[in-house]
């Protein structure tokens, strides 16, 4: 009894590795891409997979979406300004055939494309557009990336700029370009206030000179309000008569 069950032991071994070789389990989110004596002959899962040992191999394929960090990379903006750029891109995997047939690494040629993708649309924009238009840019990074990893089986779905770090000269030179534009700003709207009140001025004299009792009448109002603060000052109106009186005397 002892020696057939001893016979059998090799046997149940070798069942097991069979049996270990011939099922495989796939999650939810993968995908087996299938090769028979080396081609190409499917796509299975999720689920219990049923292989031929050393007949059929089978890659692994992850469908979840992938966040890519792109390394920092050096650009030279349009108007020749060095900066250090760096990004994540968001992608994943739609098509597991072409992905594992048509690219060795798919994960290391979408990183590669990324960064000299990142490096040339950037180079075509100044550095003010960097700053201010940067999902404009993450758009056009995204729509080029998109378009040539088509034929890997990958969408990429999304792109985000994280940072552009600048030198220190030219964090200061960017600080007194602002300073200086507040400054602008700020003598315009000083120069726009005193036009507006010299030309309100202008229709106050001329809405007073058409009486001329106005005048006076300004005068007393004036004086009521210099009594209201308890001043010292003594004001005696100069009736604007005695001016052209005097004016008219002069000329003769």
Same mark, same amino acid.
């Given at each position: 009894?002892?020696?057939?069950?001893?016979?059998?032991?090799?046997?149940?071994?070798?069942?097991?590795?069979?049996?270990?070789?011939?099922?495989?389990?796939?999650?939810?989110?993968?995908?087996?891409?299938?090769?028979?004596?080396?081609?190409?002959?499917?796509?299975?899962?999720?689920?219990?997979?049923?292989?031929?040992?050393?007949?059929?191999?089978?890659?692994?394929?992850?469908?979840?979406?992938?966040?890519?960090?792109?390394?920092?990379?050096?650009?030279?903006?349009?108007?020749?300004?060095?900066?250090?750029?760096?990004?994540?891109?968001?992608?994943?995997?739609?098509?597991?055939?072409?992905?594992?047939?048509?690219?060795?690494?798919?994960?290391?040629?979408?990183? $590669?494309? /990324? =960064?000299?993708? @990142?490096?040339?649309?950037?180079?075509?924009?100044?550095?003010? &557009?960097?700053?201010?238009? !940067?999902?404009?840019?993450?758009?056009?990074?995204?729509?080029?990336?998109?378009?040539?990893?088509?034929?890997?089986?990958?969408?990429?779905?999304?792109?985000?700029?994280?940072?552009?770090?600048?030198?220190?000269?030219?964090?200061?030179?960017?600080?007194?370009?602002?300073?200086?534009?507040?400054?602008?700003?700020?003598?315009?709207?000083?120069?726009?206030?005193?036009? $507006?009140? /010299? =030309?309100?001025? @202008?229709?106050?004299?001329?809405?007073?000179?058409?009486?001329? &009792?106005?005048?006076?009448? !300004?005068?007393?109002?004036?004086?009521?309000?210099?009594?209201?603060?308890?001043?010292?000052?003594?004001?005696?109106?100069?009736?604007?008569?005695?001016?052209?009186?005097?004016?008219?005397?002069?000329?003769?």
């Amino acid at each position: 009894m002892v020696s057939t069950f001893v016979y059998y032991i090799p046997v149940f071994i070798l069942a097991l590795l069979f049996l270990s070789a011939a099922i495989k389990i796939l999650r939810e989110y993968e995908r087996g891409v299938i090769f028979t004596l080396g081609r190409f002959t499917g796509v299975k899962g999720p689920g219990l997979i049923l292989l031929i040992p050393f007949v059929q191999q089978m890659v692994r394929t992850d469908l979840r979406t992938v966040v890519l960090d792109v390394p920092t990379q050096d650009v030279i903006s349009h108007d020749n300004v060095s900066v250090q750029v760096n990004a994540v891109i968001y992608f994943r995997v739609m098509d597991p055939e072409k992905a594992i047939i048509q690219v060795e690494d798919y994960m290391q040629a979408t990183s $590669q494309l /990324a =960064q000299t993708t @990142l490096r040339s649309v950037l180079g075509k924009h100044e550095l003010d &557009e960097m700053l201010a238009e !940067r999902d404009k840019l993450n758009n056009d990074i995204q729509e080029i990336l998109d378009l040539q990893t088509d034929s890997w089986g990958i969408k990429v779905s999304n792109v985000e700029i994280k940072h552009v770090d600048l030198n220190e000269t030219m964090i200061r030179a960017i600080a007194r370009q602002a300073e200086a534009e507040r400054e602008r700003r700020a003598k315009i709207i000083i120069a726009e206030g005193e036009q $507006q009140a /010299a =030309q309100k001025l @202008l229709e106050a004299a001329q809405t007073l000179s058409q009486q001329p &009792e106005a005048m006076q009448l !300004r005068y007393l109002g004036s004086l009521n309000v210099i009594a209201a603060e308890k001043s010292s000052t003594i004001v005696f109106p100069f009736p604007l008569e005695f001016g052209k009186l005097l004016k008219m005397g002069g000329s003769e």
